[in-house]
């Protein structure tokens, strides 16, 4: 198993635990807030890794990494999810 392999395999399971959990405190919505941050956290972690993952495997070159890189980021900032730099 390589690296960014298990760090998917953590991260997906942080992301099953995370659904888990909102599912169990649905009612408190302070707490859901926080949790469904959390989970955009690790499904947008899960994506740059994949991203890194695909370019250490060569099915992404150089300039594909930085141009999704790029569009992931942008898309991040448009949705609210990343601060504008």
Known sequence: MDKTTGI????AQEQDDLLATIQLVHENERLLGHL????????????????RHDHVEGRLT????????LELTAQCKAAGLAPPL
Do not use: M, T, Y
Not at 8 to 11: L, M, T, W
Not at 39 to 49: E, M, N, Y
Not at 62 to 69: M, P, Q
């Open 8 to 11: 998917s395999a953590r991260i």
């Open 36 to 51: 469904f941050d959390s989970l955009c956290d690790r499904l947008l972690a899960g994506l740059f890794v994949q991203l």
């Open 62 to 69: 150089d300039a594909g990494l930085a141009h999704e890189l």
